[in-house]
């Protein structure tokens, strides 16, 4: 990434566990936002990844950073994965993949030979202003939670 810092592009979703039934990136304008991309709800990684982000929830609110999943499952695929593991953080549906695409992260990936068109797990961190200040990509989840409040911290 360059010097001069990226806008972030901007979307308007629905969202499951938040304030309002869609979400604009443009309206948190003035709030440091965590998107992180997941492939799918009820995955052995991303509820490790939901997990990690729920247990750092009032760590990132202490510092005003607002966090958000953001995955092309549906709001009642969120809802359930939400109350069935506890989790905290407000669920973005992505179902027509056009954030998934505008971030990069809709990428073809494989698995046992056989390949597909999937989300790639990615992190960004987006600043005040609405520029992406940091992106992981191909995120590993073990410890990803925390290095990404580390980066927030430092802002």
Known sequence: MSDTLELAPDFTLPVQGGEHSEISLSGLRGTPVVLFFYPRDETSGCTKENEAFTALDSEFAQIGVKVFGISKD?????????????????????????????????????????KFMGIERSTFLIDAEGRI???????????????????????
């Open 74 to 114: 549906s709001l009642e695929s969120h809802e359930k994965f939400m109350v069935k593991k506890k989790l905290t953080v407000p669920l973005i549906s992505d179902e027509h993949g056009t954030a998934s695409e505008d971030f990069g992260v809709w990428k073809e990936k494989s698995m046992y030979g056989k």
């Open 133 to 155: 200040a940091k992106a992981w990509r191909k995120v590993k989840v073990p410890g990803h939670a925390e290095e990404v409040l580390e980066a927030a911290k430092a802002l």
